[in-house]
T-cell receptor, first 113, second 111 residues
Framework: QKEVEQNSGPLSVPEGAIASLNCTYSDRVSQSFFWYRQYSGKSPELIMSIYSNGDKEDGRFTAQLNKASQYVSLLIRDSQPSDSATYLCAVVTRGSTLGRLYFGRGTQLTVWP | NAGVTQTPKFQVLKTGQSMTLQCAQDMNHNSMYWYRQDPGMGLRLIYY???????DKGEVPNGYNVSRLNKREFSLRLESAAPSQTSVYFCASREVNYGYTFGSGTRLTVV
């Protein structure tokens, strides 16, 4: 069972704050990790990928991976109302057929002015 | 560069009708996927294809068929639509070691 769990939402933060989104996965041999942002009524959009332990920063976004704890997170610094969306965590395991992604159910983030 | 193109964007069907959802990608990706997304259920894989001429079932294949017409195109067919197939359908393609690129989706309502 390749489960991907995300912290239950919704998450609400004020503008300018740090939003922290968390994800755990059950398959210990998982090797690729992705964060998608999905605005209401739109398709998921890839915003971050991370493959090795540690932090990866891209602008206001930081992805953190800890394979020993089977944990991946996304930090959004200086949150803006335009960051309000559902964030999906996705994982590829070493044994994934055809490299398919396994998705969490998403965390809804609201950034209020 | 259009990425992944899905048609139609919206569709209303009557129970028992059939239709085909079209998907095409221009990124030369080998792998293509069809997902459905329902409130509270997340993204669920219907079918996928590793390459032209090969397809495999995902988690929820019942009531659907697919065709990988060539490397670019991967279509999803509903032979006899049911209200339970009311959903948002996404096509995606993937390059090895990267994430999916999604199409814009098809909102299907079966009445």
């Amino acid at each position: 069972q390749k489960e991907v769990e995300q912290n239950s939402g919704p998450l609400s933060v004020p503008e300018g704050a740090i939003a922290s989104l968390n994800c755990t996965y059950s398959d210990r041999v998982s090797q690729s990790f992705f964060w998608y942002r999905q605005y209401s009524g739109k398709s998921p959009e890839l915003i971050m990928s991370i493959y090795s332990n540690g932090d990866k920063e891209d602008g206001r976004f930081t992805a953190q991976l800890n394979k020993a704890s089977q944990y991946v997170s996304l930090l959004i610094r200086d949150s803006q109302p335009s960051d309000s969306a559902t964030y999906l965590c996705a994982v590829v395991t070493r044994g994934s057929t055809l490299g398919r992604l396994y998705f969490g159910r998403g965390t809804q983030l609201t950034v209020w002015p | 560069n259009a990425g992944v193109t899905q048609t139609p964007k919206f569709q209303v069907l009557k129970t028992g009708q059939s239709m085909t959802l079209q998907c095409a990608q221009d990124m030369n990706h080998n792998s293509m996927y069809w997902y459905r997304q329902d409130p509270g259920m997340g993204l669920r894989l219907i079918y996928y294809s590793a390459s032209e001429g090969t397809t495999d079932k995902g988690e929820v294949p019942n009531g659907y068929n697919v065709s990988r017409l060539n490397k670019r195109e991967f279509s999803l067919r509903l032979e006899s639509a049911a209200p339970s197939q009311t959903s948002v359908y996404f096509c995606a393609s993937r390059e090895v070691n990267y994430g999916y690129t999604f199409g814009s989706g098809t909102r299907l309502t079966v009445v």
